[in-house]
């Protein structure tokens, strides 16, 4: 049985297991001295603990081992989606979680009609970790924002492939790459994109794909298409 899995900020031989993760692993899985639990604090490597007591505001673990885990992509894929009305962005951050994403980048853009704060991406990074903890990663995805669709593409500037989800081309302007090590995904929001932005990602080094001739909701073509390269990348064998 796989134990239950917390993130904490340093690993040592004694850590303290604090706010909102002690809170559910006191009143929601009541864990109690002698429990054994895996630690994760975002270094790829996975380690075992047991609770060695319990405090009034933490429970106080004891490190017993340390392992590498087989569960972390190989490929970096780094997805940038348009924001997203109501809770559709977290449907995207926690199906982007499983499907093995290093990190996400949420966007404002000329037709994008929700907006963000400090308390909703707080919100979608709870939402990372609690995706990476269910789907058994030990690195949670990051979750930033960027004001503009500019700032956004320029941050995947350095990907090995980048690519445009573009709802108005008639056909992909290139292929996705097999076992490719980089990828950087534009998704926009459910206003799609103008002619402007592509014009501009074009001039970037993005490549410009089409999705099939049935419009797709937002939410629906991010996770499709992360679902697509996740498998060129050899990742989904």
């Known amino acids: ?3 239950n899995r917390f993130f904490v900020e ?3 031989e004694e850590v303290a297991l604090t706010g909102d993760e002690f809170r559910h692993a ?3 899985l009541r864990l109690g001295a002698g429990d054994e639990v895996t630690l994760l604090d975002g270094s790829g490597a996975e380690y075992a603990a047991v609770v060695a007591r319990a405090e009034k505001n933490a429970l106080i673990l004891h490190v017993v081992g340390e392992a590498p ?3 972390e992509p190989a490929a970096d894929v780094l997805l940038l989606i348009g924001a997203l009305k109501g809770d559709k962005t977290e449907l995207v951050v926690q199906k982007a979680a499983e499907l093995g994403v290093n990190r996400i980048g949420v966007f404002s853009s000329r037709y994008c009609a929700a907006y963000m704060n400090e308390n909703k991406l707080e919100r979608l990074r709870r ?3 609690e995706a990476a903890k269910q789907c058994m ?3 949670a995805p990051e979750v930033v924002y960027f004001e503009d669709l500019e700032s956004a593409l320029n941050a995947g500037s350095e990907y090995e492939n980048k690519l445009f989800a573009c709802e108005f081309l008639r056909k ?3 292929e996705i790459a097999q076992d490719g090590t980089s990828y950087c995904l534009v998704v926009g929001s459910e206003g799609g994109f103008t002619e402007e932005e592509w014009a501009r990602a074009k001039a970037l080094g993005y490549t410009g794909l089409f999705l099939g001739k049935r419009i797709l ?3 629906t073509a991010a996770i499709a298409l992360l679902a697509i390269v996740m498998e060129k990348a050899g990742e989904l064998k």
């Open 10 to 12: 340093k690993i040592a």
């Open 172 to 174: 992909s302007e290139g």
């Open 26 to 28: 006191k009143n929601v």
């Open 217 to 219: 909701r937002a939410e």
């Open 127 to 129: 939402v990372s970790r």
């Open 1 to 3: 049985m796989a134990r």
């Open 69 to 71: 885990s087989d569960r």
């Open 137 to 139: 990663r030990a690195r």
